[in-house]
């Protein structure tokens, strides 16, 4: 039974279940909330599910009556209506336990957001302009069917199905879709998807899903590379676990050391922080290994491969460790500790992916397993959940490419693209472009037909407000009206090989012209972009600069006195591809020659607070992909950075605390 199930099932028990605000729930309600069951002045709470990341923490949703204004018989008139109030953490979920994230909290914004599309939409004008006229359900589901059904016609592989994510039944829907169409297996268009860690995981365990590590029974925990108090895989889950690892036992409180490329919010939780060169996480992980090999402190190498064991052996502290830019003393002190401790961890991720992200991370599995903790309490264990379905390849940019008929749910390709990819061009050749999403956002701009869903709380809770459909009922009208079977054979997935190496990365741009490494990472409040249109989540202080609605691109302070750059300051950042302005923000744990900046701004369309503010820093990326999964190399990319003026209209919330000063980065 999946958690969604199993949520439903709660719902309609007797049985108690506290709420998130720790008030007493007197009545579990069915889902979808009929206006005539809402008394005046009385809340009600419904577990549901947090769709705004992968994570899916659980959540309450209180609900009360609202009021809201229709039109009737062209007349106003004031309809009632269950309106929810307020989202909370299910203290019940063993994701959240009862917390939420701000974009979780914010959430509820989107539901009655002003921009939300009420109904379906045709094109009226050019592609890529927002010019759209409404047209009936049937109109619309007929056109897109005929479009649809020409193209199966002629050449099934030329249907691309864009996804966000892929998670639970809209998964199943999805997947069920393209397989009757003959079409390829959906393709996850995000950066937020995780892919790397998923194979990484398939590799060495087998294991189908990212997995979990068990940071609140670790004694010492080794971070490399993974923001998990950040925007990482499941900051809600990690933040507590963390919680637990650091005051959650009366003896102990764990140590984190971090090594990232970045003063990310985890490494600024740290105990300490190995400020690592971009992309030198694979060479950090052999070295550990080899330390632990010849302390005598992997005290379970018999389990790891022996040629993964000769590879470790055989590596060169000094050369891999002066290739991190890295302290070798420091980095032997750490992994003592590490070997030493009665639960060690090491929690690896890719943040920020880079071309060898995939090696580090099957490295930092066989170093868990050198140190005894995988699938152990304080260790490494397999996913809560193995993942619904697994797209066939992350090539959004491929699939898009060959594409005639493109479908869009749940991803925003114009945004989350490169523009060297050629998403724009394969946008305006596409014969038929088709969206999904709720809002008319960059790649809906680009469509000739919106189909928009239902809010996640509509499908489950609130009846829906507009004329909107969930997507799995758009699919099965699709469906009936092209008389697609219900169900084709699935070929079986190929298992993989082990391997595990250590390729320098890759970075596009000559280092003398571009000197500086470019790191877009997934930010705190607006995630892979998708958090940008809610104003609650611009109002929120960007945890490095402290900056609300607009997020500067941060550099070292060696860089700023060499461009004559002050927070604030507007400069241009650079690549081979493209270009874009933003202010800065001299951060004082910046490494030098490392540029960063968190993603969520830069969409041309995606409602009134998020349209035209500020640059994305996906647009200028070189168009390179992490090879065994498709993932986009987010760090792959060098730039150089200029000054262009004073600073103009940017605002940070807590200037004087983040005033720069000495820091020392070994
Ligand atoms: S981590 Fe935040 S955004 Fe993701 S599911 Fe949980 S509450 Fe929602």
Same mark, same amino acid.
């Given at each position: 039974m999946d958690r969604r199930n199993f949520f439903r099932i709660l719902s309609t028990s007797a049985g108690a279940l506290a709420d998130g605000c720790t008030r007493k729930t007197d009545k579990l309600i069915p889902m979808l909330v009929p206006e005539h069951e809402i008394v005046p002045g009385e809340e009600q709470w419904h577990p549901a599910v947090c769709t705004e990341c992968g994570a899916g923490c659980g959540t309450l949703v209180r609900i009360m009556e609202g009021v809201r204004q229709i039109e009737r018989n062209g007349e106003q008139v004031r309809q009632r209506i269950a309106a929810v109030k307020k989202i909370e953490g299910n203290p019940l979920d063993p994701v959240s336990g009862g917390r939420l994230c701000a974009r979780g909290q914010a959430s509820v914004q989107s539901l009655y957001h002003p921009d939300r599309l009420r109904g379906p939409m045709k094109r009226t004008g050019d592609r890529g302009k927002p010019q759209f006229a409404g047209v009936s359900w049937d109109d619309a589901l007929a056109l897109a069917a005929d479009k649809i059904a020409?193209?199966?016609?002629?050449?099934?592989?030329?249907?691309?199905?864009?996804?966000?994510?892929?998670?639970?039944?809209r998964s199943v829907a999805i997947a069920r879709f393209v397989e009757a169409l003959g079409a390829p297996a959906p393709v996850v268009c995000s950066v937020a998807d995780f892919p790397v860690?998923?194979?990484?995981? !398939?590799?060495v365990?087998?294991?189908?899903?990212?997995?979990? @590590?068990?940071?609140?029974?670790?004694? @010492?925990?080794l971070g490399v590379g993974a923001d998990f108090l950040g925007g990482w895989a499941s900051p809600v889950y990690y933040s507590r676990q963390f919680g637990n690892f650091r005051q959650g036992r009366r003896d102990i409180r764990g140590q984190l050391v971090q090594a990232e490329s970045r003063l990310s919010i985890t490494a600024g939780a740290a105990d300490r922080w190995l400020p690592l060169r971009p992309g030198s996480e694979p060479q950090f992980l052999a070295a550990v290994g080899r330390i632990l090999l010849e302390s005598r402190l992997a005290r379970n190498a018999a389990q790891v491969p022996a040629p993964v064991l000769a590879a470790f052996q055989a590596a060169d502290v000094g050369a891999l460790v002066a290739a991190c830019g890295l302290d070798e003393k420091r980095v032997r002190e750490v992994v003592q500790e590490l070997g030493e401790s009665e639960a060690p961890l090491v929690l690896a991720g890719a943040s920020i992916v880079q071309s060898n992200s995939l090696d580090a991370i099957v490295a930092s599995h066989y170093v868990n397993l050198m140190l005894g903790n995988v699938g152990k309490p304080g260790g490494v264990l397999p996913p809560a959940q193995a993942a619904a379905t697994a797209p066939a390849n992350h090539g959004a940019a491929e699939a898009l490419a060959r594409a005639d008929v493109v479908l869009i749910d749940g991803a925003n390709p114009a945004y989350t693209l490169p523009r060297s990819?050629? $998403?724009?061009?394969?946008?305006?050749?596409?014969?038929? $472009? =088709?969206?999904?999403?709720?809002?008319?956002?960059?790649?809906?701009?680009?469509?000739?037909? *919106? &189909?928009?869903?239902?809010?996640p709380l509509e499908s489950e809770i609130v009846q829906p407000l507009y004329d909107t459909r969930a997507l799995e009922q758009t699919l099965a009208d699709l469906s009936r009206k092209m008389n697609l079977p219900d169900r084709v054979p699935v070929t079986p997935?190929?298992?993989?090989?082990?391997?595990?190496?250590?390729? %320098?990365? %890759?970075?596009?741009?000559?280092?003398? !012209? @571009?000197?500086?490494?470019?790191?877009?990472?997934?930010?705190?409040?607006f995630h892979d972009g998708r958090g940008s249109h809610l104003p609650w *989540?611009? !109002?929120?202080?960007?945890?490095?600069?402290?900056?609300?609605?607009?997020?500067?691109?941060?550099?070292?302070?060696?860089?700023?006195?060499? *461009?004559?750059?002050?927070?604030?300051d507007m400069v241009r950042v650079e690549s081979?591809?493209?270009?874009?302005?933003?202010?800065?923000? $001299?951060?004082?744990? %910046? =490494?030098?020659?490392?540029?960063?900046?968190?993603?969520?701004?830069?969409?041309?369309?995606y409602g009134r607070y998020a349209s035209g503010r500020g640059a994305n820093p996906i647009a200028i990326l070189?168009?390179?992909?992490?090879?065994?999964?498709?993932? &986009?190399?987010?760090?792959?990319?060098?730039?150089? &950075?200029?000054?262009?003026?004073?600073?103009?209209?940017? =605002?940070?919330?807590? %200037?004087?605390?983040?005033?720069e000063r000495g820091f020392e980065h070994r």
């Open positions: 020409k193209a199966r016609a002629s050449d099934p592989a030329r249907i691309a199905f864009l996804t966000g994510p892929l998670a639970g039944a860690e998923r194979r990484a995981a !398939e590799i365990f087998g294991w189908k899903g990212l997995p979990v @590590y068990d940071l609140a029974h670790a004694h @010492y925990a990819s050629g $998403v724009f061009d394969a946008l305006a050749r596409a014969g038929t $472009v =088709i969206g999904f999403n709720r809002f008319l956002d960059d790649s809906g701009a680009w469509s000739d037909l *919106l &189909l928009p869903d239902h809010d997935a190929q298992p993989l090989s082990h391997t595990f190496d250590l390729a %320098a990365p %890759a970075f596009d741009g000559d280092a003398g !012209e @571009y000197p500086h490494t470019f790191q877009p990472y997934l930010s705190l409040q *989540l611009q !109002e929120l202080p960007d945890p490095a600069s402290s900056a609300i609605w607009g997020l500067p691109v941060e550099i070292d302070p060696g860089t700023g006195m060499k *461009l004559r750059v002050s927070n604030g081979r591809l493209g270009w874009f302005e933003a202010p800065a923000y $001299v951060h004082p744990g %910046a =490494i030098p020659g490392v540029a960063s900046m968190a993603i969520g701004d830069g969409h041309s369309h070189a168009p390179v992909w992490e090879k065994s999964t498709g993932a &986009l190399v987010l760090g792959g990319t060098r730039v150089r &950075l200029s000054r262009v003026g004073a600073r103009r209209d940017w =605002i940070q919330f807590a %200037a004087p605390d983040r005033e």
